[in-house]
């Protein structure tokens, strides 16, 4: 179950203060060039200690690949990779050995397995998302020469939301600031109000909403395996993630179905912006609620999906719990904790995004204009 | 990608308008009682013809087994199934043949196999889902020897909202009226507006809640395979699913980390209604915001969660569309259709929910009190 | 674990005296021409009844298919078939029911499932593997037009050898005696053999050599998913299988490397049969030690294996055994049963043949000349 | 494709002249004492540079875990580890980047992928083997608990043969001679022929056979999953393995079904050296043709198995081949090879065996004593 993944496959392995954070990409298809700094720069994003919103740690996170890559390119062997863990403060969790904090992950994991690592949430810790940022890259690589773009941005944090639509805003401007929320107004808002929290030693949470562009009509999997089935599964495994909608999602049902349906047209009067994804192709949609798919098989629309996260659950104030011994205790957490995962989620959002797509675009046998293998009579 | 689970596996086949529905249940243990009318009876709850709600055709939809079982029970081998399709009016799909249906599946469809039947949706039909009850109402049968208790409802339709927590009704009534809500007030308004849907030959959509007592704490995978995310994959799987959160899923955002987290408590002061499922445990939480899963892992509390459903697409009334050669055409949907999901659809989100639970509980390595294998020395 | 294959997957069910044998086969890609003659043809190739060496049974195992087909073709849905069961005498059992017949699975699934049906095996019956024929007729249906020719035949049964080499026969010739032998001196030897065993009321066992040609290189995964293992797995899940070997297999440890390298040479000099399958390709071996597979990928040569088959377990004579209280018991078959299997698992080991190279060619992601999905812009 | 497994997963990485080899065993229950100790042996049981007989290349191949434990115990976490490739001498592979050395895998790497890593062998390499015998171990100090024992040998090099059958031999002392062969004598016959291979340049196949024993009645599945056909695709999975059968295995074919059946008994007159392993049981066989397993799943009996392996493709002396453009060259291969694989190939078959087994008893649902979770009520 550290496995994600059909064709395309990820299985990580690691916990926030063992020796290492790793995994291995199995099923990327050879001949893809290989640039390594494109993936460490997807790790960066993610990275704490970007800026004041995010935790003070300091973490480098420099990844090192062991296999799969010769002069430069994937060969289609398994790529094994490692982050090393540095800047571990595992004292922090001494006096947390036998105490379960609360809607963390402690309590449960000592029910399943009857032993855990207590330090920094062991397995449970979102420190193991590096691990899907270097596989997400991976991917990126690969969909970049379809082209399929993929750009997640925070859309609300607490009760402050972006206005209107994604169409309404140039979603590149999303990583000029530390919020990553494409309008600057409210991204400035946001990051006022994180502050607040942080100075009461408070959390928070947020939706991060993502749009995928470029995804050609087909690729989707009928019945068990929708396309959006997998989004959301793969978006829900997320640390702290609660809910996932597509498309008007949760707002679906306000509409009927004379107000919702999206009407096929000829795509006669291609907007300019729509050229680059979908020029070639007769028919269109006239609106796209939706959300680029239907009956689980993308329509050559944009996809666009919603991911929302609990606030963080680590508070640098005092909570009562209890311990393993079911007495009650106060729970002084230490350590150096993120106010709002939400900056951090985006980059993550992203990598699961890209993994899910490439991996659907490889079960549905779509050919990319990378160097493929010569199965044809040589 | 027409096969369901990881240990308790149904695999199903079938479409609208061929000659049967059907499927495999693999992996279900052996020494389950089988019984039949209770499957029979799942079936039914989701038949169409129930009320004036829902569409007047008449299936009779009565499963035949054909493997798997042996003086009525279980025997550890796959359990085959076949339901015959009756009653099938494919002249109604005449017409509609190089037509793409606004927000079906038919250009998708198209679009990745080259070929579709076109006979009242075929295999992208929500006449699939029979398979899924019966599978489901199989778990169930299962689930009920530990016990583990499942109930959904219809929480919302259009903008008609069940109101409060599902801790406020009497869950079972939901099955005492039409609209499979639990507050007779507030069926019937929904039941008004459906009908006045169906009137103007237009749909409407829904949510479904859903409520899972009596898992014990350590069902669930870390990472990719938590019980949320495949709770979630399930329920997105399901024709005219749009959204799905567990706990407080989309309103998470709205509250701080220290209004969210769930404290844990010593387990003195047991409400009534809660000894039947947790009494022998030492700890609980004092709040269920988490929804019963924390890290991926379920905690002992009650599983909750909700599903979106859009509008149904068929609308008895004009609209316009392209036809396969691309060329504007005029659509008239023939045939008899739902003016709404939701009630049809509750019964499907049980299905799947004791499916995935099962499947689950499996993979954890918890034992039912049936017959199991003697593996230990003869 | 009643699911075979990656892509391209049979599930089957059924027992020997259920209702009916079954299964589905999904992942075969739309646009094949479904010819049901040719695949009810495979089905009485390994029928019982067709012969004085096989049993008397008259199975009509007349097979229905019930979804994934419109029009003549597949559709790319799941393709869900029965085949019921008629003729069965489970009278024959009754005295059987606690009682653990030598060399058969009875006291295993006993163990195993703590639950049996003892009627003709039940599961564990070879009648299972009707689900195999269907599986592989259709597999070969896809395979014909690459072309992939797949052919088996009997090479030894006791101690009756085929001499030679496969090459030194017409491998068509197998067909036109009841023993599946190509060489008619051969075969009546191995038919005198067997009626020996059948009028002491005694079994015998043998060897089928199947050979595969049309294979481009390029065909199998590294590692763990090499192709002969795949084709192993296969053969050593066919009822009584005892082993498996390829290329010169277990007499591979006789010839030292310099004797048994297949040294590669320009394709110049092209036998006049060898035109059809590798005319196109610059390079070919002098030799073919390796079975056409090298590193667990095809190399554009012949595949050919063998696998070995024990005696039938039932005998029409007496033997003594226990019963599931643990006591002596004299045990006395009744029923109708093969004295060979041999000429009955030819097609089987075909079937399995066709299943695992088609499945394994669509792995490699190489294309079929039927309707394929227009994945292109449309 | 380079995952192996159901429950127990092993997933390996690395090339022979890469970075690393490594991999992530996932599945692994919680609670294993993990002896670090005795896994480095196992890696020392395979590691080059053991006697004459094998490459005197000198690899340490050291272990470090990465990962899944916790106090000196698995935490059910995935467990990742690395060994650093250390002495490899790349340059000696300069001359042959275009080349096709005949029977390895070059050609068909480069069919497939388009594109390889030539330094010795890349991917296809056996080192690829030392993360297999890292998963072995893991899952032999599990399967020490039930006890679960497993011993395999060399029982075959070139013609000559060891005597008899392995009940005739203390199997422990295969470990006291350089090809692991249970008998002096004969191991000395072995080693004689090897070491001419050697001096000529050339090199020499044979067979090893593997006991297992201790496994309970009830492990393997039905069908598809057969034990038997599970292990025998592990065992093809091994570099240069060219078969493999099971109890009489090819030999079955000359036996009639009276003189082949294992006749079930009371286990009432209980051997010395079988206590150990069926003292409980009321139900033994007489014989054990059937190699332990009966319908796929094992009977209690000892499981034993036969593996096939060809003569080391890379001579030291000159071979004709072509190169990448089809055009005849002369190889003259260099580097430090093995004359023999069967003494080096002992611990891999061991290897897979016990990841195999303890695979299918997870399966099985098997517990063995160690700490297992807490999953009734707490």
Redesign the interface.
């Known amino acids: 179950?550290?496995?994600?993944g059909n064709i395309f496959?990820l299985?990580?392995?690691?916990?926030s203060h063992?020796?290492?954070?790793?995994?291995?990409v199995?099923?990327c298809p050879?001949?893809i060039s290989f640039d390594k700094d494109f993936i460490q720069n997807e790790l960066s994003r993610r990275r704490p200690g970007q800026s004041e919103l995010t935790t003070p740690r300091e973490e480098k996170d420099s990844v090192?690949?062991?296999?799969?890559?010769?002069e430069g390119?994937t060969?289609?062997?398994?790529?094994?990779f490692?982050i090393r863990n540095e800047n571990q403060h595992s004292a922090d969790y001494d006096d947390m050995k036998d105490i379960?904090r609360?809607?963390?992950?402690d309590?449960?994991?000592q029910?399943?397995?009857?032993?855990?690592?207590p330090r920094g949430g062991?397995?449970?810790s979102a420190r193991?998302t590096i691990a899907r940022c270097v596989g997400g890259a991976i991917a990126k690589l690969a969909l970049k020469e379809y082209p399929v773009i993929i750009q997640a941005f925070t859309s609300?944090?607490?009760?402050i939301w972006l206005q209107g639509d994604y169409r309404d805003y140039d979603l590149k401007l999303a990583e000029s600031n530390a919020i990553r929320c494409p309008d600057m107004q409210t991204a400035s808002e946001m990051e006022a109000l994180i502050k607040e929290?942080k100075s009461r030693g408070?959390?928070?949470?947020?939706?991060i909403t993502c749009v995928i562009q470029g995804v050609?009509?087909?690729?989707?999997?009928?019945?068990?395996?929708?396309l959006?089935?997998?989004l959301?599964?793969?978006m829900?495994?997320i640390?702290a993630a609660?809910?996932?909608?597509?498309?008007?999602?949760?707002e679906?049902?306000?509409?009927?179905?004379?107000e919702?349906?999206?009407?096929?047209?000829?795509n006669r009067n291609l907007k300019k912006n729509d050229a680059k994804f979908r020029k070639?192709?007769?028919?269109t949609?006239r609106t796209n609620?939706?959300g680029g798919?239907?009956?689980?098989?993308?329509?050559?629309q944009d996809i666009y999906f919603?991911v929302?996260?609990?606030?963080?659950?680590?508070?640098l104030?005092e909570?009562?719990?209890?311990d393993i011994h079911?007495?009650?205790t106060l729970l002084h957490a230490k350590g150096r904790h993120d106010p709002c995962v939400l900056p951090r989620a985006v980059p993550i959002v992203e990598a699961m995004a890209a993994m899910t797509l490439f991996d659907y675009m490889l079960l549905?046998?779509?050919?990319a204009p990378f160097?493929?293998?010569?199965?044809?009579?040589?």
Chains 1, 2, 3, 4 share one sequence.
Do not use: W
């Open positions: 179950m550290n496995t994600f496959k299985t990580s392995f690691g916990e063992g020796a290492a954070i790793g995994g291995v199995d099923g050879a001949g090192e690949f062991l296999s799969g890559l010769y390119k060969t289609g062997a398994p790529i094994g490692i379960f609360p809607s963390h992950a309590y449960t994991y029910m399943k397995y009857g032993i855990r690592d062991g397995r449970s193991e609300q944090v607490g009760d929290m408070d959390t928070i949470g947020g939706v050609p009509p087909g690729v989707g999997e009928p019945v068990f395996g929708k959006h089935a997998a959301g599964s793969a829900l495994s640390n609660k809910g996932f909608d597509y498309g008007d999602g949760f679906a049902p306000l509409y009927t179905g004379s919702h349906n999206d009407a096929f047209m000829p070639n192709r007769p028919i949609t609620y939706s798919i239907q009956g689980g098989i993308s329509n050559g919603r929302a996260f609990k606030s963080v659950a680590t508070l104030r909570q009562y719990t209890v079911g007495n009650v549905a046998g779509i050919r160097n493929t293998p010569c199965l044809s009579p040589m």
